[in-house]
């Protein structure tokens, strides 16, 4: 294997492996920690399915292993290679449950992919404690890291006038996962009181399913750069899954942007303490904006302590 380039630079070469390019949550969250890692001076090659190059890989100094799920079958056991065989230092960074929990589960791999990691990061205390019933200590050593939101983007937008009795709803696909019954049923228990702004991927079938009720509004998603406004015309952003949230980043969002979170006891952010999520009393949103922004140089800084040892 090539040499890296990282220590005579300075900063490691970071290989940032991840399934896809669509910019869902995970992707999101990722290029938030991606830029702030760059403004700090570190290097990237963002290898996906798509960008796979066997050569660039051999230069990273480290691997930072996202979701791990949708690469071809030699891409998958070349990694597991550098991984595994050729002993290249890297950081499991979990944005869900797949790995231990649910149809893709591989209990067996998630041994060895947290276990040989000299770090793994989890995005809320939910996620590590869920984790931690299944690998043990495993899991460790282990950074948790607050959402990893862009805070200059996501905020109060001037100029849009929220209605405060309107709660929205922007998680993706609505399926039953995702809490499509706990939110049927929470609809229909409050249609008098409020209403509700849906956006979601399948936007036919949900438009369907409530097409009586006239206090719910259906739309297709919009793009990311949209959402700010989205959020700030609402009084309320809700998110009741019925699987495991990790951590539950349209919840961060909704809450940057001046809303009042409605949310359920699987939704992790929930589990940062600290940040009183859903007191209205206790919850200040220059703290929470402050965790935000530092969370992501303080995993950076964690990644650098390591980095020292094992380069």
């Known amino acids: 294997m090539d040499g890296g380039r990282g220590r005579i630079g300075g900063s490691p070469y970071i290989g940032w492996i991840q399934d896809t390019e669509k910019y869902g949550g995970a992707e999101l969250s990722n290029l938030t920690v991606i830029k702030a890692g760059r403004k700090l001076g570190f290097d990237f090659y963002v290898c996906t399915p798509r960008t796979y190059d066997k050569k660039e890989l051999t230069k990273c100094d480290i691997l930072v292993v996202n979701n791990f799920f949708f690469f071809k079958e030699d891409q998958f056991h070349f990694i597991c290679d550098l991984l595994f065989e050729y002993g290249i230092p890297y ?12 149809d ?24 590590r404690d869920n984790h931690l019933k ?11 890291l607050p959402p990893a939101v862009d805070t200059s983007v996501f905020k109060p937008i001037k100029g849009i006038k929220r209605r405060p009795n309107t709660m929205v709803s922007t998680t993706g696909r609505l399926y039953e996962s995702k809490g499509y019954r ?3 049923s929470f609809i ?4 008098d009181e409020f209403n509700f702004d849906i956006y979601t991927k399948n936007y036919k079938e949900v438009k369907e399913n409530f097409s009586k009720l006239s ?8 793009e990311n750069d949209y959402l700010p406004k989205v959020y700030s ?20 969002e909704g809450l940057l942007c001046g809303c009042k979170p409605i949310t359920n006891q699987n939704v992790g952010i929930r589990s940062f303490k600290e940040l009183n999520i859903g007191d209205e009393e206790k919850f200040d949103i220059k703290f929470f904006k402050k965790s935000l922004d ?7 800084k964690t990644v650098w302590n390591y980095c020292n040892k094992l380069i």
Do not use: M
Not at 91 to 102: A, M, V
Not at 188 to 191: E, F
Not at 294 to 300: A, S
């Open 215 to 222: 206090n719910v509004t259906i739309y297709p998603p919009v």
């Open 188 to 191: 229909l228990s409050k249609q």
């Open 233 to 252: 015309s609402a009084g309320y952003v809700i998110h009741l899954p019925h699987a495991y949230e990790a951590c539950g980043r349209t919840i961060a």
């Open 294 to 300: 530092q969370g992501v140089y303080d995993f950076w």
């Open 104 to 127: 893709q589960a591989r209990p067996k791999f998630a041994r060895v992919l947290f276990g040989r990691s000299f770090l793994n990061i989890f995005i809320s205390p939910f996620q």
């Open 134 to 144: 299944y690998l043990g200590k495993l899991v460790e050593p282990y950074f948790i």
């Open 182 to 184: 706990h939110l049927s």
């Open 91 to 102: 950081i499991k960074y979990e944005h869900d449950h797949r790995e231990i929990i649910g």
